[in-house]
């Protein structure tokens, strides 16, 4: 990969929906090889896909919140189900494992204090594998990517 594939990316990350035309006219190609490049992007699983940002405020999901989760149990079966039933909330937006603790990282979106409290006492904590549940509410978003 080079200066041009970087800037490639660069400009996609930003404006995914831009023309072949507009992007080879950005980085300062043909749009023959500009096109040629982007799909040896693809190919190689460099651009795994594109996709819409969606405004969490209109959506009806503008509270953020961060929470850290430790669990008591360590056999594979109560670790799968726990993992399963997490990732199939719908408030759950980011969910990861994590090396030391605490054991996983959530990210949850959803319309307000009152519907994060309903999803946190009838959905996340009663789950029979959580020892420990800490939650982190985002005073302002400086920078994302995703």
């Known amino acids: 990969m080079d200066a041009v594939d970087r800037e490639i990316l660069f400009h996609l990350r930003h404006d995914g929906r831009?023309?072949?035309?507009?992007l080879a006219?950005?980085?300062?190609?043909?749009p023959?090889?500009?096109?040629?490049?982007v799909k040896r992007l693809e190919e190689a699983g460099v651009i795994t896909g594109y996709r819409a940002?969606?405004?969490p405020?209109?959506?009806?999901?503008?509270?953020?919140v961060l929470?850290?989760?430790?669990?008591?149990?360590?056999?594979?079966?109560?670790?799968?189900?726990?993992e399963t039933t997490v990732a199939s909330f719908d408030e759950v937006i980011e969910f990861r494992r994590m090396y030391?603790?605490?054991?996983?990282?959530?990210r949850v979106a959803?319309?307000?204090?009152?519907?994060y409290e309903a999803f946190l006492t009838r959905r996340l904590s009663g789950l029979p594998a959580i020892l420990r549940l800490q939650s982190h509410l985002t005073m302002k978003k400086i920078k994302s990517e995703a």
Request: glycine residues 8%.
């Open 110 to 115: 959803v319309a307000d204090h009152a519907a």
């Open 32 to 37: 023959p090889p500009c096109l040629r490049r």
């Open 53 to 55: 940002t969606v405004d």
């Open 18 to 22: 831009l023309t072949n035309v507009e």
């Open 67 to 82: 929470i850290d989760v430790e669990i008591y149990a360590n056999d594979r079966r109560t670790v799968e189900e726990f």
């Open 100 to 106: 030391g603790r605490p054991d996983y990282f959530i």
């Open 25 to 30: 006219k950005r980085v300062g190609l043909t």
């Open 57 to 64: 405020e209109a959506m009806g999901r503008g509270l953020e």
